[in-house]
Each structure stands twice: as structure tokens, then as C-alpha cells.
């Protein structure tokens, strides 16, 4: 079943309202609602009185309509009694001053009193809602993250070193603690890498005490909320357990370790934030955000708050656009959501979040938005059975790793280098070519996959370079970038020629590096001619100086010292190939080569459409289901190799040559079942 529906606050709203906004929904197609996860002190007013009478009129009312319900668990904002029962539970960020109370998250995911108090509202409502026909899964908390350093977290990471290392020995061994004679003789010596003292303002404590603590800290939230899962299990055994995680920007928790807990992986999908006041969406955002959030578990995946309004808190953004709402949800299940819940319900009149807008306006009318949501509900209803657990198939994957990033918070390398820009600048050259590619981690097998993106595992394990190697012996084409291999998994610098444990496979060694200054580039020259090079491209923030041991040149760098080295290499490697690029350089960059590493790695795009639309596939079984997204305000016109079947019209689209819309969405089948 494909779930459509919404985030509600009924508790915002008088109970009067409740009925009126419940027929609304059932209106626009909505079957489920998300419930209850910033409720806590309705929930339980004080310590153990818990009031659940509300909650449950307002699911009565909602499920009389056929929707749905997935509960929260509301501890991500805790009641001020909580807090003034632990005021040791605040937490503490890098600059060692703790919060204090009055926004949310402002808790220590430590502290035992609080862990205590999150385990017991958990169980209250898990006993309460187990039978419930209502309730069909649960959110815990919401959007986990958010370092602390306070003294529970500091004894608690005291604790977890001593398990992993054993040995205070292995330890400063491991950290290279002899450097400014940092050797600790006792476990309580060890400190959290607060930024305090620093003298630059910023910390720069031992990189491996550091990647340690970044670790440990993600291992902190993975544990809270198993804490929740164990009880929602165990008390609701035939419930879903989801968490709504935040796209592939969010680099404070291992999303792979916090998504291994979950059924399923749900995210928040905002296009238009109150910060971004660019006038464009960039498609391929959003997109590397679905497959990272697919490939935390390779599954299919919610969007349990999809955009529904302008956002803002103190300042409002941009309002979308008529059509790209349901084009923004429509872009999230192409890329693999079997269900779209949009935040919020209604535009809430008092709190942090006023202007974050919802569906209806805050006098409660429904309007434009509601309006364009409705009208998708009802294509919803149509179409939703065949799309739902329909899979996204990918032969291109994208190595994200968190220890990498993790590394790259603590030495940046370059002020101009931002990993998740990077991993985008390489993405955005197979999105803009259609081609799926699936985000996987530095633990798995990629058998299975023709071209393997691993773009600045600066962290790297020798099994997980031995798994790329094996990869492509096997046959597979692998795209290195630039700062791979340089660190062990302790944070320290391998003891070998750069790309370190992937030399071999890349064919070449760093001989070595010049960090570039901002605005510094130099022309490329090109010497492979399968190459279609449109413009001039640039080698930009960082350039390798590399010797070529095996591989072949295929650019080289025009000017500086290193003028002539090779800048771009080419290495067969048992059936397959490795391409080192030896700088970052940008999109364009990466733009010009996809065509020439999908044909390396034999991969076929399935068509090229006109600028500004993106074709999407996701099959149920061995039909495939064809998305095609106008992303622009302008209309489009498209070639169809053969009539196919419009699923949300029902109409089949008998023309070779057919118009999109501005913003239009289209899915499509052939109706002979086979697609293209
Ligand atoms: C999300 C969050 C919601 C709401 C929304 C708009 O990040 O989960 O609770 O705050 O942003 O700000």
C-alpha cells in the first residue's frame, strides 16, 4: 500500500477543529498521519501521569476518515519538568557551554536519568497503543544528532575506549599520543575534544582521539534509540520502527549504524529552506539525498515530512512555486519512497515554527497548496498500488563513508573542500544523464555493480580497498578521488605511497600534493581522445603529483611546477579498469568524464531528455515504470520511442512526440509491460 498523508498536531488545534481537519484529509487522498512526536508534555504532564485520552480521540476522529496513524516518541523535546528533574542532562556542544532550556534537542543522549525517562514514556505509550487498529508503526524521537561533551559523555567515552582498546597502551599507541607528550597513564585522563583550548578558537585535538570521540558519540545515539526499539519491539511486535533521518547532508551520526536498527529508513525532504534563497532547486540534490537515504539499507524508504509550504523560523523562504510541491513528492517516489507524508498539516500560530508553512494557511483555509496536494492524492489513488515496493535498480554505486567524513571535521585539508559538495560534483554528472546510482558503504561487497565511485575515502580500511580491488579484477570501473587512502582507520597517515592500500589498482603513487589557495586553477590538457572535452576544465583545490607506475596518462596539468604530471590516469587492473583523478576540480569536470567511465564500465543511460527533466525507472518486477519530472517552469517536449500508458491519467500517450507542462509529472508504462 502506498502511504499518502500527513504530519498533525491535533494538540495545536482546538478539538472542535479536529473533526473539520480530519475530512479534509480524507479529501486529499490522505491515509495516514504522522502524530505525537513533540507531544511529550500532553503525553505525561508529570513524572508518570501519563494522559493519553487525548491522543486518542484525536486518532478516533482521524482513523473514522481511514487514516492511519505512526506515533513518535516524544523525546527529541523534553517538558521543563524533565529538565529540572536532571539539570546535569543538558547538553553540551564543542564550546563547553551547555544549553539551556527553551528550543529542543537539548538533551544529553548520555545521562542516565534522561535515557530513563525516554525508556519509561516509550513503554507507557508501546502498552498503550500495542492493540490499537489505528497505529501501524513508530517514529522514535526526531532527527537525531548533535554532539555533547559533558561529563557523563566524557566518562561514558572513557568507558567505550577501554572496551574497544583494552589496554592503555594499545591506545596511545593507536592515537600516536607520544606527540606532545599526550601519553595517558589512566582511563580518566582521557578528555572530550571540547574547542576550548584551542588557540585559534576552533579545537584541534589528536586526530585519533577525535575520530574516536565522533565514533563514539554516533554510537550514543544508535544505543538510545535501541533502547526505544527494544520496547517498541517487544511491546508492539506487529508495528513498524522508523526514524526520520535528514538527507545526505547530516554528517554527525553514522546514518548506516542508526538506519541497521530500523524496518525501514524515513527522511525529511525540505527543497526550499528558510536559509537557501537561491532562486533554483538543483534536481540533483534532492536525488543524492533519495539514494543515500535508499542505500543506508538498500530499500525503499519514507519521506515522513515532505515539503508543504514556505519553511521558516525567523526568517521566510521563498515561496514554492505553483507545482512543485507535488513535483518535489512525485521526484521523492521516483527515487524510491513508498510514501510521502508532508509537514506540516496546518501553519502553526504560536511557537519557533510560525512560518513554516503547511497545507492549509493558519486560518485554517485551504488554499493553493491544499489544493495541489489534493489533486495528487487523487493520481495517488490511481497509481500508488503499482508504484509501492516497486525498486529502484542501480549499476552505478557511490561509496559515502562517515568515518571519512568524520576525518574530513576534523583536518578540512583544504578550507575549500567540503565532501559532500565533492561526492554532489561527481553525482550530478550521472543524475544529469539519468543514470541511478545507488550510495553504498565501505562494509559491503560491490559485486554486482559495473562502476564503483569512491570519491575521497580518506579513510580507508585494507579489507575495503581488498573488496574494490576484488571488484575490479572482476571486471568493474572504479573512479578514485583525490585524499583516498591517506588515513587508517585510527586517523593516522598510512605509512605508504598515496592512494595507500589502492596504489596498486590506481596504478600510480603520489609523489606529492599542493593544497591550492581560493580562486587558484589550472587548465587541464587532455590526451585521451574518447574524451569529449566541451570546454575547458580545471584542476581546482587540490592537485596530487603523481608518478604513473602502471597506468596510462589521460589529462595532464598545464602549468606550476608540476606542469605536464599527470593529472587524470587510467589503469586495467585483472578484467577492469581504475581511473584516478588526481584533483578535485568541480561539476564540470566530473561532467565531462561520465561519459566516457559509464562507457569504461558499460553502462547505458536510458535516454537523454530535454534539459530540465529527469527520468527516473523503478520496477515491479520486470515492468518498468518510467518518471518523467519537469523540473523547469517552462514547457517541454519529449520523444517517446514508443506510445506508452500515462499510470496517473489512465490515457495512453499514442504520439511518438508529447508536450510536458511546466513542473509537469508523467509516469508512464508501455503497455506491453516492458518499458523501453
Ligand atoms: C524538521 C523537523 C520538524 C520541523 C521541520 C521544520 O527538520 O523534523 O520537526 O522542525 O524541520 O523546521
Not at 480521540?57 to 521543563?80: D, E, F, K, M, Y
Not at 494557511?361 to 488554499?367: E, F
Request: hydrophobic share 40%; charged share 20%; aromatic share 12%.
Amino acid at each position: 500500500m502506498f502511504r499518502f498523508g500527513v504530519d498533525y498536531y491535533p494538540e495545536h488545534w482546538p478539538e472542535a477543529r479536529w473533526e473539520i481537519d480530519a475530512r479534509l484529509m480524507q479529501e486529499a487522498g490522505f491515509n495516514t498521519a504522522r502524530l505525537a512526536e513533540f507531544a511529550w508534555s500532553r503525553l505525561e504532564p508529570s513524572p508518570g501521569r501519563f494522559e493519553f485520552a487525548w491522543l486518542d480521540r484525536a486518532i478516533a476522529i482521524l482513523h473514522a476518515q481511514g487514516i492511519q496513524v505512526v506515533l513518535g516518541t516524544p523525546t527529541a523535546s523534553p517538558p521543563p519538568w524533565v529538565m529540572a528533574l536532571y539539570p546535569d542532562a543538558y547538553r553540551v556542544p564543542e564550546s563547553g557551554q551547555a544549553m539551556s532550556y527553551g528550543n529542543r534537542r537539548e538533551y544529553c543522549p548520555t545521562h542516565a536519568g534522561y535515557r530513563e525517562r525516554s525508556r519509561l514514556i516509550t513503554q507507557a505509550l508501546a502498552e498503550h497503543y500495542a492493540g490499537h487498529p489505528a497505529v501501524i508503526g513508530w517514529q522514535t524521537d526526531n532527527e537525531f544528532g548533535d554532539r555533547c561533551y559533558c561529563d557523563h559523555c566524557r566518562a561514558a567515552f572513557q568507558g567505550w575506549l577501554q572496551h574497544k582498546y583494552g589496554a592503555l597502551g594499545a591506545l596511545n599507541e593507536a592515537w600516536g599520543t607520544v606527540f606532545w607528550s599526550h601519553e595517558y597513564s589512566a582511563w580518566a585522563q582521557i578528555p572530550a575534544p571540547l574547542a576550548t583550548a584551542a588557540p585559534f578558537g576552533e579545537g584541534s585535538p589528536n586526530p585519533g582521539l577525535a575520530l574516536d570521540y565522533y565514533r563514539f558519540m554516533s554510537h550514543q545515539y544508535v544505543a538510545f534509540q535501541r533502547e526505544q526499539i527494544d520496547i517498541l519491539h517487544n511491546r508492539c511486535p506487529d508495528h513498524f520502527i522508523t526514524h526520520n533521518l535528514m538527507g545526505s547532508g547530516y554528517d554527525r551520526l553514522n546514518y548506516f549504524d542508526l538506519a541497521a536498527d530500523l524496518d525501514f529508513v524515513s527522511w525529511d525532504n525540505y527543497r526550499r529552506m528558510q536559509w537557501t534563497f537561491q532562486p533554483e532547486v538543483r534536481p540533483s540534490e534532492a536525488a543524492l539525498a533519495h539514494a543515500t537515504m535508499r542505500g543506508l539499507k538498500h530499500k525503499n524508504f519514507w519521506v515522513m515530512e515532505q515539503q508543504a509550504g514556505a519553511g521558516g523560523w525567523q526568517i521566510v523562504s521563498v515561496a514554492p512555486r505553483p507545482g512543485e510541491l507535488q513535483l518535489w513528492a512525485y521526484q521523492s517516489i521516483a527515487h524510491g519512497a513508498d510514501a510521502i507524508i508532508f509537514f506540516r498539516w496546518r501553519s502553526a500560530r504560536f511557537g519557533t515554527e510560525q512560518y513554516w508553512h503547511g497545507l492549509l494557511d493558519h486560518d485554517g483555509r485551504t488554499g493553493r497548496r491544499y489544493t495541489e496536494i489534493k489533486q495528487m492524492g487523487a493520481e495517488i489513488a490511481r497509481v500508488g498500488a503499482q508504484i509501492a515496493g516497486s525498486e529502484v535498480r542501480a549499476e552505478v554505486a557511490l561509496l559515502l563513508d562517515y568515518d571519512t567524513r568524520f576525518a574530513f571535521q576534523i583536518q578540512a585539508n583544504n578550507p575549500a573542500f567540503h565532501y559532500i559538495a565533492h561526492v554532489h560534483d561527481i553525482f550530478q554528472a550521472f543524475h544529469a544523464r539519468n543514470v541511478a546510482v545507488e550510495v553504498v558503504s565501505a562494509q559491503e561487497e560491490f559485486t554486482g555493480y559495473k562502476l564503483l565511485i569512491v570519491p575521497a575515502l580518506y579513510v580507508l580500511r585494507e579489507e575495503t580497498a581488498a573488496a574494490i580491488e576484488r571488484f575490479v579484477r572482476q571486471g568493474g570501473a572504479v573512479l578514485v578521488t583525490p585524499r583516498t587512502g591517506v588515513k587508517d582507520e585510527t586517523n593516522t597517515i598510512v605509512d605508504m605511497p598515496l592512494p595507500g592500500y589502492l596504489a596498486r589498482l590506481c596504478g600510480i603513487e603520489v609523489e606529492e600534493y599542493d593544497s591550492l589557495p581560493a580562486g587558484v586553477s589550472q587548465p587541464l590538457a587532455f590526451t585521451n581522445e574518447d574524451i569529449h572535452i566541451p570546454e575547458t576544465l580545471h584542476a581546482r583545490i587540490w592537485c596530487d603529483v603523481v608518478r604513473t607506475v602502471d597506468a596510462q596518462v589521460v589529462a595532464r596539468y598545464t602549468q606550476d611546477y608540476y606542469a605536464n604530471s599527470p593529472a587524470i590516469t587510467l589503469n586495467a587492473f585483472g578484467a577492469g579498469h581504475a581511473v584516478y583523478v588526481a584533483t578535485f576540480g568541480d561539476a564540470a569536470l566530473y561532467t565531462a568524464l561520465a561519459g566516457w567511465l559509464l562507457k569504461l564500465a558499460k553502462v547505458e543511460a536510458i535516454a537523454t531528455p530535454p534539459a530540465g527533466v529527469e527520468y527516473c525507472v523503478r520496477w515491479q518486477g520486470e515492468q518498468r515504470i518510467l518518471f518523467v519530472l519537469n523540473h523547469i517552469a517552462e514547457e517541454q517536449h519529449l520523444a517517446l520511442p514508443e506510445p506508452m500508458l500515462n499510470l496517473l491519467t489512465g490515457e495512453t500517450i499514442p504520439l511518438s512526440s508529447v508536450d510536458l507542462q511546466p513542473r509537469q509529472v508523467m509516469i508512464l508504462a508501455a503497455p506491453s509491460g516492458n518499458g523501453w
